[in-house]
């Protein structure tokens, strides 16, 4: 992921897919400002950015298909943005998908989820 983003330079707002070894794909959503110099470290999170993403995100999976989609509080926590924003934009986005959207809101160490993938 660190050589995609300083060989690549992704824009804010957008994604990085690849498929993983078991055939799953992975997402990461670029909801940071971009960090362009060298040995620069991304910026903070912003609802624009996470706005961009899931718009991107929507179009990926219309295009893919995958059976099912997985997603965090994206951008909240150590991103710093409220919860309260960003779902409704999780919901604008993804809610008219035809698949199951699965979204991880509560973490508890050493339990596992019970929704399956």
């Known amino acids: 992921f660190r050589h ?14 690849w498929m993983s070894s078991d055939g799953r794909y ?16 991304p910026g903070a999170a912003a609802l624009n950015h996470v706005n961009h993403a899931l718009h991107a995100l929507h179009g990926f999976v219309v295009k893919e298909k995958p059976a099912s989609l997985a997603l965090p509080r994206l951008a909240c926590g150590i991103n710093g943005l409220d919860w309260d ?21 509560n973490y508890q160490k050493g339990v596992k989820a019970s929704e399956p993938l």
């Not at 992975?26 to 470290?41: C, E, H, I, M, R």
């Not at 986005?93 to 699965?102: M, N, R, T």
């Open 85 to 105: 924003e960003v779902r409704p934009l999780i919901e604008h986005h993804l809610g008219d998908l035809k698949i199951p959207v699965y979204i991880y809101t």
């Open 26 to 41: 992975l997402v990461n959503l670029f909801t940071q400002d971009a960090a362009y110099d060298p040995g620069s470290k």
């Open 4 to 17: 995609y983003c300083h060989t690549q330079h992704p824009k804010s707002g957008g994604l990085w897919a």
